[in-house]
């Protein structure tokens, strides 16, 4: 089993910036990619960014390219995710999810572990 918690999440105005932290707990060396997922009310839950165990390799949404960077610290067991530039369409509670096999990685069906949210509020 793997345990996830996020931390790092506030109400901030738009263009500031929002680091998000994820720990991660047990059984970590099962784990080949952890990622963000954001889902904002009455949305889909969307992909944002994801990082390979290694910190080797980062894939980021479209929408967030440029502008949010993913990072991890392997050691630690830690990924962050720092938000930039956040604009009120940027709302949504932001999970932190784990990979344990394979699959697109932008699915969030493709992972098998995830924690249980941080609110991330953008105001005008």
């Known amino acids: 089993q793997v345990y996830l918690a996020e931390s790092g999440g506030g109400s901030v105005q738009t263009g500031e910036s929002v680091k998000l932290s994820c720990a991660a707990s047990?059984?970590?060396?099962?784990?080949?990619?952890m990622g963000w997922f954001r889902q904002a009310p009455g949305k889909e839950r969307e992909f944002v960014a994801a990082i390979s165990r290694s910190g080797g390799n980062t894939v980021y949404a479209d929408s967030v390219k440029g502008l949010f960077t993913i990072s991890s610290n392997y050691d630690k067991n830690t990924v962050n995710l720092q938000m930039n530039s956040l604009k009120p369409e940027d709302t949504a509670v932001y999970y932190c999810?784990?990979?344990?096999?394979?699959?697109?990685?932008?699915?969030?069906?493709?992972?098998?572990?995830w924690g249980q949210g941080t609110q991330v509020t953008v105001f005008l």
């Open positions: 047990g059984w970590t060396a099962s784990i080949n990619f």
């Open positions: 999810a784990a990979r344990r096999y394979s699959g697109n990685l932008y699915d969030p069906k493709n992972y098998n572990y």
